[in-house]
């Protein structure tokens, strides 16, 4: 099977530069630094590549929004703010090979005309930031970053700039937002980030793993990458498997491998014999799987045929024996913790929602109850700056929708079924 | 001008209009509580919801530019729902505390309940956020954090307009609040405008509360009396007591907003006014019906200039008068009395405060209109040079001080004047020496038209009649001229203004009409 | 103002400065300075950053109390920060959160009577594939159980 990222994941010494130099490494900068701009992208359209942070956009066509002139200079900003539950993959990137980001960054900067990167990183990876810096430090010593990058006359300054504890921040707008000294909140659109982002600036923001797959598109082209994936949606994709698996990590699999072959073979199934009961597929924002629904592959337009997404490859494993409404109980809590607090129904519902499953969970839910969550969910749905409210809203429906009868039981036995535990 | 369909009714606009503005242009109200035309737009409220042909979500209307062809709906059963579920939301963890709510009556989500909620409520009492209540946070305002919907309109504006940045949220999520940083209170000379623009009861005025519920209250369009800016506000009052200025919308003076001190100039028309006619003979003072008033003031300037020649009489205008008292008052002057001596007392330096926004050195309102009308601030001191020689033998004065002189030099020059009759608003310096007070009305009180620092001419409007036995400028004028043989057939302000605009070349072409609600510019020289 | 920068952090504070093209940008790093030298962000540690940067304390206020990794209030020497999202959950977090509350004798927000240990309950830190997950100020501590977390508080006394 072919690999774009984690070939040499295993070896302890990828992350520094002389090690990745062996393995290959920058040759990719080299070529691209030999190839015509414009060839890049075309690279990068032909290869498929889709978002990896959870939107899915189309890498190539949002690189096409920038304004076509170049009298404003333009500011590459890569998305580290890795937080959607579920999600630990960009992590890995950074600590195993921080280096595959960095020259994924230098070609895409010197494709799009960009001197100016800020790798946003979240606050809680202090010291995978370190990594990060290490390496950009050496790359810089070696002549990948910096001025006049490998001898041409293109300069290249990265920057890393941490978070301080916000999932919002992962919406692109809020991550400009909090680049800039600001609350993380998002921005109102238009504009759009690729004509007024960072600094008032033209800005692509990036997700790791998105940025990482660049060296191996430059290397091996577009078609290539493209053909490891499914049409519309190209290469391989790092899939985050979490929960009580025999197997818990990250693996590098084609995008369209089936969701069952990513739980059963490759994380080895549930541990202690348990039964699987449901399956957040793409992070916690992503609507709930039932345990008869996963014979899916793995890429954004099947997922979205079963009416989930793929978002940002972040498999939750749920077992049998887990109470559904705590389960949903927990993920509320969050999108409340996490809500920015700038838009009402977001503000407001996010909280509400989670008031309200409590109640339920602790056997104090009124009649009608379920009926309310999902009201205050249409309230919520589509009708806010950013995706939050959706984000929030997704798990409540499909967790009450499939698994109704957990809900009306809470409020049936005035109690949890459960034991009010996991 | 891109043409558009809203509510099947299609509407040409300029380019770069949104949706919410071309709303307003032709009647159709959309909801909104963050949006406001003088601060940038945040789009966060989700109040003002619509749709939009191809646009598989409902869009807001405050950041939609209209497109040409575009095709908007507000009034569909789906906006409804939107709005009334996001009203639904802004109102869990609103105390819903109206009835000790001084924003009661004026405020948005009252308002827009009875529009587009009453709905039951679905969100238990026990388990709203609750903030800090009633917090004085400096300057006109008190904050209540719990009633906050979290526009962001007062940080917007503490940013955009004052740049002064005394407010923020703090927190986030529910949780979010608008704060002061401890021990840094508003700071600013235009935080009245903060419980303005507050949609709702969070932020409230410290003078004004509890004073009055807003019901009781009527209003009128005025002009801000406490500087040559020319403000263009709304006076409230309830029966002849005013209660509040409020900032009247125009964005070639004000936009929208006024000063703090300016705020509090209502007060001088309810306190220490001069109510009833006052005749001072023989060392006693005496309450007069204004017949009688008028004749003795009138007597005693003809029996002067019968005595001691019309340079021997003088008057001394004020630019905190109309343009049509002061054109009268001239009149008086030069047609009537034949006296030279006429100027007007400058206020040039109040208390001093000045700033490059709304503020002015130049506590007048009406110094411009002075100048317009050829009166002059030099033959004031030329008036003073000539009390001091004992020239002046009687003397009509307008207005409640004279200069920014104190009271002592005030009451030493008029004790050198045989007469002096006045005509003013309030107790003050001129009264305390004057032979005939000849109160006049406040500028609630009486129409008319002030002309500003850049020689706007804007009118302002009655409110309610003179109070107690107090009278029109305009009306006392006639009255002196008449029993000085004038024959004057003014009747009203407006005729007044059709006399200036004939006879003074600065106010040429102009009419009550012309000057609608914002007001003209003066030609003439700058 | 008491409060000010050493000279180590003052020099660290002006390199950092010149990777922005302006001082707003410069208030979350700036903030992260101030919370490594000074432990907490008091009220005049946000005064003092306001005016190194030129705005005002409300303006930093605002961005120090929207991200939760600003203590606005003193923490522990070691602040356990302990994952309670759903993968952590799913994996025995609320056990976990318990046993070392009951060993502490603190309840989560709160500090040990010693002033050595804050316990928190944080959202998702992104580990979810070692659940569950606790941040010991800098550092993860990940795939814990019970045990592992004894020995790891014992490790720190």
């Known amino acids: 099977m072919e690999l774009v990222l984690t070939t040499h994941f295993g070896n302890e010494r990828y992350r520094f530069a002389e090690t990745y130099e062996q393995l290959g490494g920058y040759g990719a900068l080299r070529k691209a630094l030999s190839m015509p701009k414009e060839e890049i992208v075309a690279e990068v359209r032909k290869a498929n590549l889709r978002g990896r942070g959870g939107a899915g956009f189309p890498a190539g066509v949002k690189w096409g929004f920038l304004p076509k002139d170049l009298s404003r200079p333009r500011i590459l900003v890569i998305n580290a703010d890795e937080g959607e539950p579920g999600t630990f993959k960009d992590r890995l990137i950074m600590t195993r090979g921080p280096h595959l980001l960095i020259e994924g960054i230098a070609i895409t900067c010197y494709a799009l005309e960009a001197h100016t990167c800020y790798v946003y990183i979240r606050g809680e990876f202090v010291r995978e930031a370190e990594i990060v810096q290490e390496a950009i430090d050496e790359a810089t010593a070696k002549g990948y970053l910096g001025k006049g990058i490998l001898g041409t006359g293109f300069d290249l300054e990265v920057t890393v700039h941490l978070g301080a504890g916000a999932y919002i921040c992962g919406e692109e707008t809020s991550l400009i937002n909090s680049l800039e000294g600001k609350r993380g909140w998002p921005r109102v659109k238009p504009p759009f980030p690729a004509s007024v982002g960072a600094f008032g600036l033209p800005t692509i923001v990036n997700n790791v793993e998105t940025i990482a797959d660049i060296p191996w598109i430059v290397t091996h082209g577009g078609e290539k990458f493209a053909s490891l994936g499914v049409e519309k949606d190209g290469g391989t994709r790092l899939i985050c498997v979490s929960g009580p698996v025999k197997k818990p990590g990250v693996y590098e699999l084609p995008v369209g491998t089936s969701l069952r072959s990513i739980i059963y073979e490759h994380a080895g199934g549930l541990r202690d014999g348990k039964a699987l009961k449901a399956v957040i597929p793409g992070g916690s924002s992503t609507p709930v799987l039932r345990a008869d629904e996963i014979d899916v592959g793995f890429d954004i337009e099947s997922m979205q045929k079963i009416g989930t997404m793929a978002g940002s490859g972040g498999v939750i494993v749920i077992p049998e024996g887990t109470c559904m409404v705590r389960a949903l109980s927990v993920l509320m809590n969050f999108y409340a913790h996490e809500s920015c607090g700038q838009c009402t129904p977001c503000r407001e519902g996010c909280g509400w929602l989670a008031k309200v499953l409590h109640r339920i969970e602790n056997g104090q839910g009124r009649n009608g109850d379920v009926e309310l969550i999902l009201e205050v969910c249409d309230n919520m749905l589509g009708r806010t700056i950013c995706p939050l409210a959706d984000a929030a809203v997704m798990p409540a429906q499909s967790f009450i929708w499939k698994f109704r009868e957990e809900f009306d039981g809470h409020l049936r036995e005035k109690k949890c079924p459960y034991g009010n535990r996991f | 001008m891109p043409n558009f369909t809203l509510n099947g009714i299609s509407v040409d606009v300029p380019e770069g209009t949104t949706v919410l503005q071309a709303a307003k242009t032709v009647g159709i109200e959309i909801p909104h509580y963050c949006y406001h035309p003088n601060l940038s737009i945040a789009g966060n409220c989700r109040m003002c919801l619509v749709e939009v042909e191809k646009f598989p979500k409902l869009q807001i209307a405050c950041n939609t530019v209209v497109t040409e062809g575009m095709v908007v709906k507000s009034d569909t059963e789906k906006v409804r729902q939107a709005v009334t579920g996001v009203l639904e939301l802004m109102l869990i963890n609103h105390p819903v505390d109206c009835p000790i709510c001084d924003q009661a009556g004026e405020c948005g989500l009252q308002i827009y309940y009875m529009k587009y909620g009453l709905h039951k409520s679905r969100f238990a009492f026990e388990d709203k956020v609750h903030k800090k209540k009633v917090q004085d946070i ?119 907003w006024m000063c703090d001190p300016g705020r509090l100039e209502y007060k001088k028309a309810n306190e220490a006014r001069l109510l009833t006619p006052v005749v001072r003979e023989n060392g006693g003072l005496k309450a007069e019906a204004w017949e009688a008033a008028l004749s003795f003031a009138a007597f005693r300037l003809w029996e002067t200039v019968e005595a001691h020649g019309a340079a021997s009489v003088a008057v001394i205008a004020s630019p905190a008068f109309s343009n049509e008292e002061l054109y009268l008052a001239r009149k008086l002057a030069e047609e009537v009395l034949r006296t030279p001596n006429v100027g007007f007392s400058p206020r040039s330096s109040g208390n001093g405060l000045s700033d490059d926004f709304l503020i002015k050195a130049d506590k007048n309102p009406n110094t411009r209109g002075a100048q317009l009308l050829g009166i002059s601030e030099e033959k004031f001191d030329d008036i003073v040079r000539k009390i001091e020689g004992g020239e002046v033998k009687a003397l009509l004065v307008f207005g409640n001080e004279l200069a920014d002189f104190p009271g002592e030099r005030t009451a030493e020059l008029l004790s050198r004047v045989p007469f002096v009759a006045q005509v003013g608003t309030n107790e003050g310096a001129v009264s305390l020496a004057a032979h005939a007070v000849l109160p006049s009305a406040s500028f609630v009180e009486r129409g008319g038209t002030f002309t500003n620092h850049a020689g706007r001419v804007q009118r302002f409007w009655m409110g309610f009649p003179p109070r107690g036995n107090a009278r029109g400028g305009i009306e006392i004028l006639v009255g002196l001229a008449n029993r000085l043989g004038a024959g004057w057939t003014f009747a009203g302000e407006a005729s007044v203004f059709r006399a200036i605009a004939r006879s003074e070349a600065p106010f040429a072409g102009m009419s009550y009409e012309s000057l609608g609600e914002l007001g003209q510019i003066a030609g003439g020289k700058g | 103002m008491s ?155």
Not at chain 2, 149 to 154: A, D, N, P, Y
Not at chain 2, 237 to 255: A, G, H, Q, S
Not at chain 3, 10 to 16: F, N, Q, V
Not at chain 3, 25 to 44: C, D, K, M, W, Y
């Open chain 2, 138 to 256: 400096g300057g006109q305002i008190v904050l209540d954090a719990e009633r906050c919907i979290l526009c962001s309109r007062c940080i917007r504006f503490l940013q955009e307009v004052t740049g002064t940045s005394e407010l923020e949220f703090f927190r986030r999520g529910d949780h979010s609040e608008i704060s002061i940083f401890p021990g840094r209170p508003l700071d600013n000379q235009y935080t009245g405008n903060l419980a303005d623009i507050c949609p709702v009861g969070a932020l409230t005025s410290k003078d004004f509360r509890f004073k009055c519920r807003v019901w009781f209250l009527r209003g009128t369009r005025s002009i801000c009396p406490g500087c040559a800016n020319g403000c263009n506000v709304e006076a409230h009052f309830k029966e002849d007591i005013v209660y509040r200025l409020k900032p009247r919308r125009n964005d070639d003076v004000n936009r929208t």
């Open chain 3, 3 to 157: 409060l000010a920068f050493s000279e180590d952090t003052r020099a660290r504070h002006e390199r950092m400065l010149a990777r922005y093209p302006n001082r707003e940008a410069a208030i979350l790093p700036t903030l992260h300075l101030a919370q490594r030298e000074f432990g907490h962000l008091s009220a005049e540690a946000i005064a003092y950053v306001a005016s190194l940067l030129g705005f005002t304390p409300a303006r930093v206020e605002g961005v120090a109390t929207f991200y939760t990794m600003y203590n606005r209030k003193p923490v522990g020497k070691y602040h356990l920060q302990v994952c309670r999202n759903l993968s952590c959950s799913l994996m025995g977090a609320e056990h976990l959160i318990e046993h070392v509350a009951g060993r502490l004798g603190v309840r989560p927000g709160e500090t040990t009577a010693d002033g050595k240990f804050t316990l928190s309950t944080v959202e998702c830190l992104g580990s979810c594939g070692t659940a569950p997950v606790m941040q010991v100020n800098d550092d993860y501590y990940e795939d814990l159980s019970e045990d592992k977390v004894d020995a790891i508080l014992d490790g720190l006394r």
